[in-house]
């Protein structure tokens, strides 16, 4: 071989391309091992139909292509989003088939809450445009649910704290859903419990509820996540029961808060909004018979004074019947009258033909004459007394339709008429001085002086009793 073949490297070990690419990957793989890498994850288009990931870390100076594999896609606790800055810990290779190196991430996580928070605000965007947190689709609470649903840790102080507020308040039937409020699962759990609520069919074995609240105490904003996550709110805001989030303090706001149908600021003011106050419902309740009382009472004092205004303005039953009577008589007098009338005409129509009738037809027509005048005679006794009979009829009806109007009808029942010396009639008691003489009037006409408790009053100021009355007393 001549020096200029051995100065080109005519003695070099010649490596196929497939030699070289793997050499290249144990070599990066044997020197870096595991690394942790910070960067903005960039050309992230979801999952590929394989279940993999593929995209790219990037700076301000470089670009390094990453790959999550199904099976720690599914485990991971945060999931790639584009723009979003990440710290990345994995393996890093080369891919022979393209020479380029890339990093396996095993474990994701976001770089730092303002990468968080960018995720958050970007998420409510995206949920917000879908209405999933519209005013319009919010459903108002019951305002006495019978049973009440808690989704949260059945070991916190979280359900302590809403279970003795609702036993101070009204208690109620409480059914818990325990769940994780904090890690990997959370969200997915939380899910479930919200669905399998809304699954229950009313009348099972176990009620559904009326009301369901989702609840967790506070923490950073890595330890609220789970309540972040999509699956979390979509499955808040398809509620069919009306939900209240109750998540973190008050200064701590979470995505479900914004679906739910109402947001408490702490768990303790989530089981005051579900339940009202038991004795002010007593209360109420109480005040509301005592205005219905009132208003009767009012009502039956109008009544009965419309009623005594409208019997002060009925005629007298004297005066009602008193037309009808003279009329009455009228008729009676003018059927006398007639019946002596006709009687004469027909004695004189008999007088004029006694002399061309002989003694047989004569008997004969006067027998007829007697029979058609006593029928006549029947029949006028027979209009008079129906006619009487109608008159009495309408009579005794004026009379109970004016006694039902009259206030002795009002005695009758068990009232009193209570006048003053004057005999004016007295509403109340209001301006009466000690020593008044006063009447009361009771059913029948009986009648009772008494005198205002207090000195006795003059002899001349008490009215004089009927016999049978009962002694005068005092009116206290």
Known sequence: MSETAAANGGNAHE????????????????????????????????????????????????????????GVYSKLRFKPAEGLEVIATGKLTTYPGSSKYQIVIEQLEPAGVGALMALLE????????????????????????????VITSPTGAVIRDILHRLSDRFPRHVLVWPVRVQGDTAAAEVTAAIEGFNALKPGGKIPRPDLIIV???????EDLWGFNEEN??????????????????ETDTTLIDYAADR???????????????????????REFENRMLRAENRMLDTRRNDLRALARALPRLTDLIALPRQRFDNASERLGMALKRAAEIKRARL?????????????????????????????????????????????DNMGKLLQSYSYQGVLERGYAVVRDASGKPLRNGAGRK???????????????????????????????????????????
């Not at 970007?122 to 649903?149: H, M, S, T």
């Not at 609840?215 to 904003?221: D, E, F, L, N, T």
């Not at 005048?373 to 009979?389: G, P, T, V, W, Y």
Request: glycine share 8%; aromatic share 4%.
């Open 434 to 476: 000690t020593g008044e003489a006063l009447e009361i009037e009771f059913a029948g006409d009986e009648r009772l002086g008494v005198v205002v408790s207090g000195s006795t009053p003059p002899a001349e100021a008490v009215p004089k009793k009927k016999s049978g009355e009962a002694k005068q007393g005092s009116l206290l």
């Open 122 to 149: 970007e998420r409510k965007k995206k949920l917000a445009a879908e209405g999933l947190f519209a005013a319009e689709r919010k459903k108002p609470l019951p305002y006495l649910p019978e049973v009440i649903a």
């Open 351 to 395: 007088t004029g033909v006694e002399g061309k009738l002989s003694t047989r037809l004569i008997r004969f027509q006067i027998s007829e004459g007697k029979k058609k005048l006593d029928a006549l005679d029947k029949r006028a006794l027979s209009a008079e007394q129906r006619h009487l009979c109608d008159l009495t009829r309408r009579l």
């Open 15 to 70: 490596f196929s391309v497939s030699e070289l690419s793997f050499s290249l990957k144990r070599t990066v793989e044997e020197t870096y091992g595991h690394v942790r890498v910070r960067g903005e994850i960039t050309g992230f288009r979801g999952v590929h139909s394989s279940g993999h990931s593929y995209f790219a870390l990037k700076d301000e100076k470089a670009r390094l292509e990453a790959v999550i594999w199904k």
């Open 232 to 249: 979390v709110v979509r499955a808040a805001a398809a509620s069919e029961i009306p939900l209240i989030s109750a998540v973190g303090h």
């Open 263 to 285: 947001r408490a600021p702490t768990p303790t003011a989530a089981a005051e909004m579900a339940v009202p106050v038991r004795a002010d419902c007593i209360a109420s309740v």
């Open 215 to 221: 609840a967790r105490g506070g923490g950073s904003i």
